[in-house]
Nanobody, 124 residues
Framework: QVQLVESGGGLVQAGGSLRLSCAAS????????MGWFRQAPGKEREFVAA????????YYADSVKGRFSMSRDNVKNTVYLQMNNLKLEDTAVYYC?????????????????WGQGTQVTVSS
């Protein structure tokens, strides 16, 4: 069992940056593949980025590639999502998720644990 707590959301102007954090409980954090998802009002939850427990760098959705960067710190049991050049369409609730597998999945149903979410609002 793992508990996830996101932080770092807020209101930012288009073109600005935010850094989200997701702190995980438990002593087996390094064995989880971690993902970031987002959900805008009236839309389905969508994949943003993921980082396998195996390492090797993060995998990104095309919509955020080149603007977002995901990292993980297995000592601090934390993953981060650095979001640069934010656009209006990035406005959503952002969720951290964990899966007990080395495989990166982009479908949210494949993830076992979820945080409560943090709101990101990008204004013009």
């Amino acid at each position: 069992q793992v508990q996830l707590v996101e932080s770092g959301g807020g209101l930012v102007q288009a073109g600005g940056s935010l850094r989200l954090s997701c702190a995980a409980s438990g002593r087996t954090f390094s064995t989880y593949t971690m993902g970031w998802f987002r959900q805008a009002p009236g839309k389905e939850r969508e994949f943003v980025a993921a980082f396998s427990s195996r390492g090797g760098g993060a995998y990104y959705a095309d919509s955020v590639k080149g603007r977002f960067s995901m990292s993980r710190d297995n000592v601090k049991n934390t993953v981060y999502l650095q979001m640069n050049n934010l656009k209006l369409e990035d406005t959503a609730v952002y969720y951290c998720a964990a899966r007990t597998s080395m495989v990166v999945y982009t479908n949210p149903v494949e993830y076992d644990y979820w945080g409560q979410g943090t709101q990101v609002t990008v204004s013009s």
